[in-house]
C-alpha cells in the first residue's frame, strides 16, 4: 500500500499535464457525520449517567464545494484538490429530547485517483484531508447535563462552543466517483468516507474524539485545457 501511495505521488509531482486535461467543478450533497474513539465512547457514559436512556445519532447535513481535477495520464491518473464547506458532529434523543454538537468545518482534500476504463469510468480516489474550524455550536441541550463535564463552565447555553473545539483537524478521505459526459461537460456522483486523526476537542473529558462522515454528493464539471 505504503509503495502503491509513493508511486501515484511521483506521479503527481513529476508527470506534465497534456492540454485540455484539467477540469474545475461544483458539487454538493449529502453529509452523515459522527464522532469516533475512546472520548466518544466517554461522553456517552458521561450523558446516559445523567439522563438514563440515550440513542446515539449521526448528523445528517448539506455540503458542498469545490474541486479541480488535473489528469496526469489521459482516463488513468489524475490529482483532485478540493475545497468543501462541511458540518460535523453528533445528535442524541433522550425520550422525547433531543440535543446536538456540530462544528463547521473549511475541508481541504488532496487526492489521488484512478480511473477504471469500464462503464462510467468509476474513480477510485485516496488522500490526506486539512480541515479548519468555522464555527462550533450545541443546541437544546438538556437541563440535566447543564452541569456534566462536557458543558460545565462552557458556556453551552449560550451555544457559543469555539473555545472548546481545535481550530485543526486533519485526516484522511476515500472514496469512488462515477461520471457522465454530458453538454460541454461532466455530471459527477461522488462517495466517500472522511475520517479524522487529531482530537476534535481540547479539554479533558473529551480527549480522543474524533469526526468521521460519508458524503453523497452530485455535481457537474467543465474542461478548461490549457
Do not use: H
Not at 487526492?111 to 485516496?126: N, Q
Not at 486539512?130 to 455550536?137: D, I
Amino acid at each position: 500500500m505504503k509503495k502503491c501511495l509513493l508511486v501515484f505521488l511521483l506521479l503527481g509531482l513529476y508527470l506534465p499535464a497534456s492540454p485540455q486535461d484539467r477540469f474545475y467543478g461544483i458539487k454538493g450533497g449529502l453529509s452523515l457525520s459522527n464522532f469516533w474513539g475512546v472520548g466518544s465512547e466517554n461522553i456517552n457514559d458521561e450523558f446516559r449517567s445523567e439522563l438514563g436512556s440515550l440513542d446515539e445519532q449521526n448528523l445528517p447535513r448539506f455540503t458542498v464545494g469545490l474541486f479541480s481535477t488535473r489528469e496526469l495520464l489521459t482516463d488513468l491518473i489524475a490529482v483532485q484538490t478540493e475545497i468543501l464547506f462541511i458540518r460535523q458532529g453528533k445528535r442524541w434523543e433522550s425520550g422525547e429530547e433531543s440535543f446536538l454538537v456540530y462544528i463547521d468545518y473549511l475541508q481541504m482534500p488532496w487526492l489521488m485517483k484512478l480511473s477504471l476504463p469500464v462503464l462510467l469510468k468509476p474513480g477510485i480516489y485516496f488522500g490526506p484531508q486539512l480541515s479548519l474550524m468555522l464555527q462550533a455550536r450545541v443546541k437544546d441541550i438538556p437541563g440535566e447535563l447543564e452541569t456534566a463535564d462536557f458543558f460545565s463552565g462552557k458556556n453551552a447555553s449560550g451555544e457559543l462552543f469555539e473555545r472548546f473545539v481545535n481550530v485543526v483537524d486533519a485526516g484522511i478521505t476515500a472514496g469512488v466517483d462515477f461520471k457522465i459526459e454530458m453538454g460541454p461537460g461532466n455530471l459527477v456522483f461522488d462517495f466517500r468516507y472522511t475520517m479524522g486523526a487529531l482530537n476534535v476537542f481540547n479539554f479533558r473529558s473529551a480527549d480522543k474524539t474524533r469526526n468521521y462522515a460519508f458524503l453523497f454528493m452530485a455535481g457537474y464539471a467543465l474542461n478548461f485545457g490549457y
